[in-house]
């Protein structure tokens, strides 16, 4: 897979399949590789946890620090993706974008003797879109304005 990292422009299945000097044969090993979930991220990411409880101090409280951000895409049939604020917009104009929403937690490790610390990747999750208000009306509480019911 060192062709990832040659691969000029869009870092692209077709351009992977380009780097490698493959793009005259047969795609479908190449798309049925990426296709499928290759990695378990649970699993990795314990790992890295239960070294980190080795690196705290017994009593230390284990600090985490959540990155929520947006990672462009250009289609909508990915899962996940839907139109987002643009954080990098002017802020005077609102900007939308093609966008999946990610979560990153990094745990602060003590590092040296001055309070410095170092932060290291415990999860990353991909947060489902949450679900829009229904399609009925929503039933008032109590009376509306100027319906007629005071003095």
Not at 41 to 53: C, K, P, Q, T, Y
Not at 65 to 92: C, E, L, N, Y
Request: proline share 7%; net charge positive.
């Amino acid at each position: 897979m060192f062709c990832q990292v040659l691969s000029l422009g869009r870092h692209t299945l077709t351009g992977v399949i380009c780097a490698a000097g493959t793009q005259h044969q047969d795609w479908t090993a190449d798309y049925r590789l990426y296709s499928r979930r290759r990695v378990d991220a649970d699993a990795l990411f314990d790992g890295v946890r239960e070294e980190l409880e080795l690196l705290l101090p017994a009593q230390a409280p284990l600090v985490v620090a959540m990155d929520d951000s947006i990672h462009r895409k250009s289609g909508q049939k990915t899962p996940g993706v839907a139109w987002r604020v643009d954080p990098t917009g002017p802020k005077f104009q609102v900007n939308f974008v093609l966008a999946q929403r990610v979560l990153q937690l990094a745990a602060a490790v003590p590092f040296g003797n001055e309070g410095a610390a170092r932060s290291i990747p415990i999860d990353f999750v991909r947060p489902r879109h949450p679900s829009g208000p229904g399609s009925r009306p929503r039933r008032r509480i109590g009376r509306s304005i100027g319906s007629g019911g005071g003095r």
